[in-house]
């Protein structure tokens, strides 16, 4: 009983920050006042704040942009991925375990240290600003999650199935398109949600490399909705929109969660 009561009121705990979200996103922004935070709105204006979000940030292109590197970029990354674990574990690549630190070896540099030289060198490609370079720059980093966990499920499958389509005639491209890859879709989903989410909620590097409202990823939108002391914006405005942005990777984690379990699960170390 007692072990009961400490968890829920942990558990409210917890939900606290998700509260305060709720109850001062749905406020009227006119009426909004930081010593009744805590206290329920009269009057319910979220689609008000909403709207008004959406305007001032220009949120649809941002949002439209986003969604585009946050399914493109986890697709590619997956697959090439797949495709490097499936070389060095089943193919058996001389060195493998070498270009597999090679490959994952840059998730090591924190990611700051990667701003300076990315734009510079996408201003002297003409990549800047452009929804291709932040593409590429996400499908880069996505690549080491799905490397590693690839090689890691890899290495628990019999190397006699290969053997077998082997002998059966089948191309080393085959075997992997038509067996090991669909054999590996749950640990390629949830790499491809752990990706999704990354993206989405990326800040540093949409603030970095582009500036156009139609380039932009979201997060770089909502941070210049900044809070009444310094643009005007009030605040359930502004949490109006984080709520809004925040809707897509709670709907796709909630209805994915069983298999984002799984995928791990087969995924880990063996």
Known sequence: MIR????????????????????NAARPAESYDPSRAWAPAGDFALLD?????????????????????????????????????????VLRLRHGFWWFLLIFGGT???????????????????????????????????VPLGAFVLRNFYQGVAFSIFEAARMDGAST???????????????????????????????????TLSQTADVRPVMTAIAGLMTDVYAGTPVPVGLAAGLVVSLPTVVLFLATQRLFARGLSLGSVQ
């Open 4 to 23: 009961r009561a400490v968890l829920i009121v942990l558990g409210l705990i917890w939900l606290g920050p998700t509260y305060l979200l709720l109850v």
């Open 49 to 89: 704040n909403v709207a008004r979000a959406v305007e001032g940030a220009d949120l649809g292109g941002s949002l439209a942009s986003t969604a585009l590197y946050a399914v493109v970029s986890p697709l590619l990354g997956v697959l090439i991925g797949a495709l490097a674990g499936y070389t060095i574990v």
């Open 173 to 207: 491209w085959r075997i992997f398109w038509r067996i090991y890859l669909p054999m590996s879709a749950s640990a390629l989903t949830a790499v491809f949600i752990l990706e999704f989410t990354f993206i989405w909620n990326d800040l540093v590097f949409g603030l």
């Open 108 to 142: 090591v540099f924190p990611s700051q240290m990667l701003l300076v030289p990315l734009f510079v060198s996408y201003s002297d490609a003409g990549l800047y600003d452009t929804r291709l370079g932040l593409i590429i720059v996400y499908t880069a980093i996505n």
